[in-house]
């Protein structure tokens, strides 16, 4: 039997991510929107997507409680 992994169902994130905002738990659950708290726990570690790097554009830090409404460079998915 092939390994399995069950995952139970995320809740519906309180804050809209950046959709610039990116970190590895994306890509590990495929999950490109993931709920912040997926974001959080999984690993500090995130990066702009513009910049390719931990500052953004407006050469600011990265994270998901940075990276939101009130930055010229924040946009939530439409």
Known sequence: MAF???HEPSEAPTD???IHLRNKAMYVTGDMRPPREVVEEHSGHCWCNITQ???GPDRKGVDPIDCAAGR???QISR
């Open 4 to 6: 399995e992994k069950q």
């Open 16 to 18: 809209a991510i950046c």
């Open 53 to 55: 790097h931990v500052v």
């Open 72 to 74: 010229d460079c924040y």
